[in-house]
């Protein structure tokens, strides 16, 4: 009986948080653009345009290339569905969900590049000048992001002993890490990897309409009504699972347990909005105050990103060595 009801609570844990997550995600958009607004001394749009936006383009007619193939007109399906299963791993407001035996950080990563590598296959099938510019971007700057972030990830399971997000969140919440500078300058590469990854760096051009990954805005060109609103779905949820998975590996608190009740629930839902919504603030102002660098400098922030993803495995290596 109490395995069945551990069961059931794992379920119903990761329902509410898939509807989460696909519910806030455009409004976390919206509230990103509404705080750059702001500073800049403008009203903005609505925190909910981008529901808005998003239900006007899945009423309109999708207006596809001839020579489009299978993989062209699947891959927003392919790279939504890969983005929503890894956010589905990511514990946002409690943990054991019914998919933490399989919350991997590995796992999440390869996910992530599922995603990336089905646009980019698509960009190079339709055979434009758009597409196959943000395909490039988007694989050119992927080499540079990923081994920063498996380096951030080597770290975490040097240090937890487990690659899976419940038990690195578990560990660091019960204190059992301690300060260490490994994780501050994981921290700061980690960072630095979301920002490139959600195309939040202002690089090149400006991108007019959708801020979606690492030059996916010439990606999103060739499409269009219903599949274009799949695409800035899916842009817009990959930033709230990175915000939320900074939040979940770096702290880890509020965060309710399987045995916990339903007002513990209920109290953890807040926390991880407020955490969710300083990194959100902190990424408004970072976007706001940055001037707009050349598009060749985005490898050398990457590799910064790399370095710092380095230094914090070899000092964790060496600490844990001498003790």
Not at 33 to 61: F, H, N
Not at 84 to 113: E, I
Not at 188 to 212: F, S
Request: glycine share 10%.
């Amino acid at each position: 009986m109490r395995a069945a009801l551990t069961i059931a609570i794992g379920v119903a844990a990761l329902l509410v948080h898939v509807a989460l997550m696909l519910a806030a995600a455009p409004v976390l958009v919206g509230a990103i653009r509404w705080v750059q607004a702001r500073l800049a001394g403008r009203v903005g749009p609505p925190v909910l345009q981008p529901w808005r936006d998003l239900l006007r383009l899945a009423r309109k007619q999708p207006v596809l290339a001839e020579n489009a193939s299978w993989l062209f007109h699947a891959a927003p399906i392919g790279a939504f569905a890969a983005t929503l299963a890894a956010a589905a791993l990511v514990p946002a407001f409690a943990l054991g969900m019914a998919s933490a035996p399989f919350a991997d950080l590995l796992a999440l990563v390869g996910l992530l590049a599922l995603a990336r590598c089905t646009l980019a296959l698509a960009g190079l099938d339709i055979g434009t000048a758009f597409g196959g510019i943000g395909a490039s971007r988007v694989l050119l700057f992927a080499s540079f992001a990923e081994p920063a972030m498996w380096l951030v990830v080597f770290t975490r399971a040097l240090l937890a002993g487990t690659s899976n997000l419940d038990a690195i969140a578990l560990l660091l919440r019960e204190g059992g890490t301690g300060p260490r500078v490994s994780l501050g300058l994981a921290l700061v590469a980690i960072v630095a990897v979301a920002i490139a990854e959600n195309g939040r760096l202002p690089a090149g051009q400006p991108a007019t309409g959708l801020e979606l990954a690492m030059g996916r805005d010439a990606l999103a060109l060739e499409y269009s009504g219903r599949t274009l609103a799949l695409l800035e779905w899916t842009a817009a949820l990959k930033l709230l699972l990175w915000l939320t998975l900074i939040g979940t590996i770096f702290a880890p608190f509020g965060l309710a347990t399987p045995s916990s009740g339903l007002l513990t629930w209920l109290l953890a839902l807040p926390v991880w909005a407020l955490k969710v919504g300083l990194l959100a603030a902190a990424l408004a102002g970072f976007e706001s105050a940055i001037a707009r660098m050349r598009l060749f400098r985005v490898p050398e922030f990457l590799g910064i990103a790399l370095l710092l993803a380095l230094l914090a495995a070899v000092f964790l290596f060496i600490g844990q060595g001498v003790t």
